[in-house]
């Protein structure tokens, strides 16, 4: 068997990838990529901070690529966003995997993967969803003529999609209309059961994903690999994870789960189909107990469990339990039995588990219980909710124990430290190994008393920020209220826009503010001012881009999701800082949490999700070389509180001034200075 052909190393590798892709080496994103491969030989995890311009993706991509190749393996990248998912697979991978075809000694393969809800199930198709119209859409026809012209659309999507990925429908359809034509992992009848399992999109896609170098997955899919105790990722000894300031949120997210009167009773109607009926009967009745309950607790977080909701959930708990019982084991039924089987059984191993971890969680304090109502979710019924207090001892045990791991984002030094984050991810704090060189395998015996190792880096970022961005606060405001926007920060958002010329991204802490701050503008301003809500928000962020003299106004999805480079965005403004809401039930247990064990619960909490939300909003600035502009926050807290310190040492570093005259000079210029070059 001939001699392998000795494969570049990473450096030579990027430099290769940098010249194909019509790019110049830049010092940030090369020492990333060395730190990367590090990581990879050593099996040491890595945090790595690179701000936007270093091009951290080829940074990741080019060393994955080479392990993968070397050593026969498969790199899992996990992102956060769409939008990064498709950058990936339809741009960069390509791209790189013919660049570095030759060097490598052939063409690297990848793949996109997904949870098994993001693709069309054939099956269902067919065979007609017996899901049943919410409440509303009944009497509503409207409702059901859009529904029906929506799923009609997906059959017509359904011969011409070769993935049957959800994302690829462009436009897309409602969530009840794609619940027509989608099923969980816990409702599908399995590929040897159903009889389309061989044209099955979600197994062809495992089925790719099996096979390829690197495959592209989400934060989602990995908490799901790693919670659920079965496998969704094919075998994996390196992930790579981008966007990982938003990897705690998104794995809270997977393992948070509801319990409501709606989905018992949802439940009971599906196996009393199939069952005794007064075995069900047991289900109706503990879902009519349980909405008359809830009716009357109040929302918010629980700190104990009333005894007659104890009752009611246990009743829950057994009459679940005696309905799966009476479902049996499985039998060799026809297709359509089987698959109402499979449906009845996942809605009630839901509502089981749900009221087994709720009543678990007031003994093991390991989870947080609360009613969900007005404040999150207008005009639903009211919830029983249920989440981890939190997942750095999961994430230690089932991601940084099992496989080498690289954590990065452009926003990973909260206060000016990777320590904020790692205690989040359940890391050591502080780590201080130094980087072992050496031979081509640094890996250490596995041990199970062996510490983590992670090294945390920030590579910096291309752009001057002292000398391309301003961050100005507002300290002579009055801080923020509770009762909406005060006059005086509209005054302030119309002088600074003003001095812009438009060119304005308006980020609030709620939808609120964002309506009335745009409604104020109008009136007071001669540019166009959109506000989220008003379309689709990738519309109105294109038609911002587009128009240099209009502002853009909304909330948390534009202070993490829109790129604006160019002169359309010289002007950021954040009306406070973005600290969590005193009734978030999550946040504040877990505040309490910390405090009670003696630490500082509002700074490792409340201030570290804001100091991670202001500086992925001071980040919307500087998107390309030529970029300048402001950071306008206009809580004046940031200046005058304790916790100020710990915020500003978050964010980029921009020169930095409080006086509002300076400002609108420096943006009357930048204005002026624009149409001067036009």
């Excluded at 494969?7 to 080496?25: F, H, M, Q």
């Excluded at 997904?114 to 009944?138: F, I, V």
């Amino acid at each position: 068997m001939p001699a392998k052909t000795a494969i570049p190393d990473t450096r030579a590798l990027l430099a290769t990838a940098v010249t194909s892709v019509g790019g110049a080496e830049r010092q940030g994103q090369v020492e990333m990529a060395e730190a990367v491969d590090h990581s990879i030989r050593t099996g040491e995890h890595l945090a790595v901070q690179a701000g936007t311009g270093t091009g951290k993706s080829l940074a990741y991509l080019v060393p994955s690529l080479r392990h993968a190749v070397a050593e026969e393996a498969t790199v899992v990248i996990s992102t956060a966003t769409i939008a990064l998912q498709r950058q990936l697979v339809d741009r960069d991978l390509p791209r790189l995997s013919k660049a570095l075809k030759k060097e490598l000694g052939r063409e690297p393969n990848f793949a996109i993967l997904k949870g098994r809800r993001n693709y069309l199930c054939m099956h269902r198709l067919h065979s007609g969803a017996p899901e049943e119209p919410d409440d509303g859409a009944l009497f509503d026809p409207f409702a059901v003529s859009r529904l029906g012209r929506e799923v009609k659309r997906l059959h017509e999507w359904s011969s011409e999609t070769e993935t049957g990925d959800r994302d690829e429908l462009v436009p897309g359809v409602t969530e009840q209309a794609w619940k027509q034509v989608s099923v969980t992992a816990r409702e599908c009848l399995g590929v040897a059961k159903c009889p389309i399992g061989v044209d099955c999109f979600a197994e062809r896609a495992r089925a790719e994903a099996g096979k390829a170098d690197v495959v592209v997955t989400n934060h989602a899919m990995l908490a799901i690999d790693a919670i659920e105790g079965f496998q969704v990722l094919p075998e994996h000894d390196v992930v790579v994870i981008d966007e990982a300031h938003d990897l705690v949120d998104r794995v809270t997210s997977v393992a948070t789960e509801e319990l409501s009167a709606a989905a018992i009773a949802s439940a009971a109607r599906r196996c009393g189909r199939l069952i005794d009926q007064s075995v069900a009967d047991r289900m109706v009745e503990a879902s009519e107990g349980l909405a008359m309950l809830l009716e009357d607790l109040p929302v918010g977080r629980m700190d104990e469990l009333p005894r007659a909701l104890a009752g009611t959930l246990a009743a829950v708990r057994d009459a679940s339990h005696a309905c799966i019982s009476s479902l049996g084991p499985e039998r060799k039924e026809d297709v359509e039995g089987a698959t109402n089987r499979k449906l009845a059984l996942s809605l009630l191993e839901e509502v089981h588990d749900g009221a087994v971890r709720i009543l678990d969680a007031f003994d093991d304090e390991r989870d947080v219980v609360w009613v969900s109502g007005d404040f999150a979710d207008r005009g639903r019924a009211p919830t029983l909710r249920v989440a981890p207090l939190g997942v750095g001892g999961l994430l230690r045990e089932k991601l940084f124990g099992k496989r080498t791991t690289v954590l990065t984002s452009a926003t990973l030094t909260l206060g000016g430290t990777f320590d904020t984050l790692a205690r989040q991810w359940g890391l050591p704090a502080s780590s201080q190994n130094r980087r072992a060189e050496g031979t081509a395998t640094e890996k250490e015996p596995p041990s199970d008393s062996a510490p983590i190792r992670w090294t945390g880096l920030d590579v910096g970022s291309p752009f001057q920020h002292g000398s391309s961005g301003i961050l100005y606060v507002a300290r002579h405001l009055p801080p923020p209220g509770r009762d909406g926007l005060p006059p005086s920060y509209v005054d302030e958002i119309e002088g600074l826009v003003n001095a812009a010329g438009g060119r304005t991204l308006g980020l609030f802490s709620s939808m609120r503010a964002a309506k009335a701050a745009a409604e104020a503008l109008r009136d007071k301003v001669e540019y166009t001012v959109f506000c989220q809500g008003d379309d689709a928000t990738g519309q109105l962020v294109k038609k911002f881009a587009e128009d240099p003299r209009s502002c853009l106004f909304g909330t948390l999805s534009l202070w993490q999701g829109v790129d604006v480079p160019g002169p359309s965005l010289q002007l950021v403004v954040m009306d406070r800082i973005p600290f969590p809401r005193p009734d978030d039930p999550l946040a504040s247990a877990r505040q309490k949490a910390v405090s009670e064990r003696g630490g500082n619960g509002f700074l490792t909490v409340a201030a570290t999700h804001a100091a991670l939300l202001l500086a992925q909003g001071a980040g919307r600035l500087l998107r390309s070389m030529n970029d300048k502009g402001v950071v306008a926050i206009l809580d004046p807290r940031l200046a005058t509180a304790r916790y100020g310190g710990f915020l500003r040492a978050s964010l980029p570093p921009y020169w930095t001034t409080y006086d509002p005259e300076v400002v609108r000079a420096a943006l009357k210029r930048l204005d002026a200075a624009v149409e001067a070059g036009k």
